[in-house]
């Protein structure tokens, strides 16, 4: 089955550790996002890139890197310049440069700060 | 002020209720129009996209945007418990980077059996 697989689930992270979520696509999309979404709030962008080797920063960059050294991956790492990283944090693919409306979503990685 | 506003809500119906589920916006340059639904603890879904002015229609589920006022909405007819989930609009100005879209906060619904 195609889709976005992102991994772990649940991450708990200690004080000043930096962590790395996971997120894995099949579908042969070109882009692919980082969001982070709190309680109440939509979704707020990070990071994307719409090519290997290529990322862009979104509204929030600031505490997290990315690489995106393969098509099919996108980890996301949360350092420990985050001040707040407790949220869930949703990775999505695209189609680029055709037409398209529609971002397919991973299932979300729980972060929480302990 | 947010680009997308969006009914805070929470909603709470009886089943085989009407839904209307509403968002505003300031961006003109707005032409794409996307609801997404979203379980708990699940990443969102496409529920339907709509593009520029008017209506459409998918089963019980109807997408309605009005240029003009700034405003859409989505209405969901004889509402199910299955519903139960929190739907967000997202908006951008083109079809591309769909990622990259303007999305509001979410309005969480419960359909009570």
């Known amino acids: 089955d195609g889709g976005i697989t992102q991994s772990p689930k649940y991450l708990f992270r200690k004080e000043g550790q930096n962590v790395t979520l996971s997120c894995e696509q099949n579908?042969?999309?070109?882009?692919m996002y980082w969001y982070r979404q709190d309680p109440g709030q939509g979704l707020r962008l990070i990071y994307y890139s719409q090519i290997v080797n290529d990322f862009q920063k979104g509204d929030i960059a600031e505490g997290y890197s990315v690489s995106r050294e393969k098509k099919e991956s996108f980890p996301l790492t949360v350092t420990s310049a985050q001040k707040n990283p407790t949220a869930f944090y949703l990775c999505?693919?695209?189609?680029?440069?055709?037409?398209?409306?529609?971002?397919?979503f991973g299932q979300g990685t729980r972060l929480t700060v302990v | 002020q947010k680009e997308v506003e969006q009914d805070p809500g929470p909603l709470s119906v009886p089943e085989g209720a009407i839904v209307s589920l509403n968002c505003t916006y300031s961006n003109s340059a707005f032409q794409y129009f996307m609801w997404y639904r979203q379980y708990s603890r699940k990443g969102p879904e496409l529920l339907m996209y709509?593009?520029?002015?008017g209506n459409k229609e998918d089963g019980r589920f109807t997408a309605q945007v009005d240029k003009s006022s700034k405003y859409i909405s989505l209405f969901i007819r004889d509402s199910q418990p299955s519903d139960s989930a929190t739907y967000l609009c997202a908006m951008s100005p083109t079809n591309t980077n769909a990622g990259k879209s303007t999305f509001g906060d979410g309005t969480t619904l419960t359909v009570k059996p």
């Open positions: 999505a693919s695209s189609t680029v440069p055709d037409f398209n409306t529609e971002a397919f």
């Open positions: 709509t593009y520029s002015s």
């Open positions: 579908l042969n999309h070109d882009a």
